[in-house]
């Protein structure tokens, strides 16, 4: 993606070599623990073996009540080289969890069937079966599109 200009955010699974680049960060805070969830990010750079250049790395440290450990968790990115603060990233890719989240709805909540097919099948048959897959694809995601005016209308009336 880098060769190609193209900008990136995505979770690492966290291994040694991330544990012990955190390790100075995951230390919980002097005091109690909070009452309400904390949570802070780090910019961080790190090259894995496989990696031609180091990349920045975003660690998001999490303090949750009651709870003994911190959490954490890392992202990798390109974005805007390191211009860009660990909390901006953090919260654009936010964004695309919540957009993946809405497409598992659409999956789920409307259980969208496509028709599959023979490869023996002749062409007029399959253009048929596209034809039908094309408007059933249509009908739910234009159900989608109304469910969440349907959704604020029932909470509007739940007392």
């Known amino acids: 993606m880098e060769e190609r200009g193209i900008e990136y955010v995505g979770r690492l ?47 998001v ?22 211009d860009w603060p660990p909390e901006k990233v953090l919260a654009l890719y936010r964004k695309r969890g919540s957009a993946e989240a809405h497409m598992g709805e659409v999956k789920s909540a409307l259980d969208v069937h496509l028709s599959s097919t023979d490869r023996g099948v002749c062409a007029s048959t399959i253009q048929d079966v596209m034809a039908r897959n094309e408007v059933s694809l249509l009908l739910s995601l234009y159900a989608y599109q109304v469910l969440p005016g349907l959704r604020r209308l029932l909470e509007s009336r739940t007392p």
């Open 13 to 59: 699974r966290s291994h040694s070599g991330l544990q012990k680049l955190a390790a100075p960060y995951l230390k919980r805070p002097p005091g109690r623990t909070p009452e309400q969830p904390r949570e802070w990010c780090h910019g961080l750079e790190s090259q894995a073996g496989s990696w031609p250049t180091p990349r920045r790395v975003v660690l």
């Open 61 to 82: 440290v999490q303090e949750l009540p009651d709870d003994l450990l911190l959490h954490a968790f890392f992202l990798v990115t390109n974005l805007g080289k390191f």
